[in-house]
């Protein structure tokens, strides 16, 4: 019964989610906002170019060309 226990415990603590990714994407996002920049879901207008990432998923952090 022991086992049982170490198990669900173990089970649980892997299905958490991990909190510093929250973190880091709402400081990408922040980032991105502070350079008056917006975040493109698939990739950047062509007038637009990258300038870095909005989350860990891999939306782009797009600002218009100068």
């Not at 880091?24 to 502070?34: A, F, N, P, R, T």
């Not at 950047?44 to 998923?57: M, T």
Request: a positive charge.
């Amino acid at each position: 019964i022991r086992l049982y226990y170490l198990l669900f415990a173990l089970l649980f603590l892997f299905l958490l989610p991990v909190p510093g990714k929250i973190i880091i994407s709402g400081l990408q996002k922040y980032y991105c906002k502070i350079r008056s920049s917006q975040c493109a879901l698939i990739g950047c207008l062509p007038k637009e170019e990258q300038i870095g990432h909005c989350s860990l998923r891999g939306r782009k952090c797009c600002q218009k060309k100068k």
